[in-house]
């Protein structure tokens, strides 16, 4: 079983539209997690990360953690063609391991 | 720039050959990381130093070899790679503990 899940997409939607991308984890020992961005051919840059139970806001990006059920999203609101790009989930066991998932890649048409 | 700094940026080598990657962190952090990326695939962890000591090593095979001289500076020496060794090689650097990790913009290598 892979330790982070994500759907593999693609995930298009309209700009302006609200993007949502789900993950499900299965180490119950994961206290905290990730959310990167991977422009294609560039590098993962990391966006937030939510430790707590509930909502996480920074600008048009939200992360929900639901320890209870194991699974983590991200909305992204008013998307932007900019916004185009992988997003890779990622969950941390111990001061060292980060889990990702293979990533969900998101198109925002113009 | 992300202060994390990867060369050569492309590496193609035969299965013979002797290679190595580098990375240099200018960021101050004390825990390095050596990550492969396939397409489709999640990354996978390979090594971690943290303070120099190798704190993680994720069932690499040995053809793969990492050194790490100081916190600022990290390889990974390649040998007699096989062609499902060929990758996205990506470096990383964090605060020790956290997961904000700082990537390298990678090593594409191709092994032929």
């Known amino acids: 079983q892979k330790e982070v899940e994500q759907n593999s997409g693609p995930l298009s939607v309209p700009e302006g539209a609200i993007a949502s991308l789900n993950c499900t984890y299965s180490d119950r020992g994961s206290q905290s997690f990730f959310w990167y961005r991977q422009y294609s051919g560039k590098s993962p840059e990391l966006i937030m990360f939510?430790?707590?139970?509930g909502d996480k806001e920074d600008g048009r990006f939200t992360a929900q953690l639901n320890k209870a059920s194991q699974y983590v999203s991200l909305l992204i609101r008013d998307s932007q063609p900019s916004d185009s790009a992988t997003y890779l989930c990622a969950g941390r066991s111990n001061d060292y391991k980060l889990s990702f998932g293979a990533g969900t890649t998101v198109t925002v048409r113009a | 720039e992300t202060g994390v700094t990867q060369t050569p940026r492309h590496l193609v080598m035969g299965m013979t050959n002797k290679k190595s990657l580098k990375c240099e962190q200018h960021l101050g952090h004390n825990a390095m990381y050596w990550y492969k990326q396939s397409a489709k695939k999640p990354l996978e962890l390979m090594f971690v130093?943290?303070?120099?000591?190798?704190?993680e090593n994720n069932s690499v095979p040995s053809r793969f070899s990492p050194e790490c001289p100081n916190s600022s500076h990290l390889f990974l020496h390649l040998h007699t790679l096989q062609p499902e060794d060929s990758a996205l090689y990506l470096c990383a650097s964090s605060p020790q503990g956290s997961g904000e990790l700082f990537f390298g913009e990678g090593s594409r290598l191709t092994v032929l």
């Open positions: 130093y943290s303070l120099e000591e190798r704190v």
């Open positions: 939510i430790y707590s139970n």
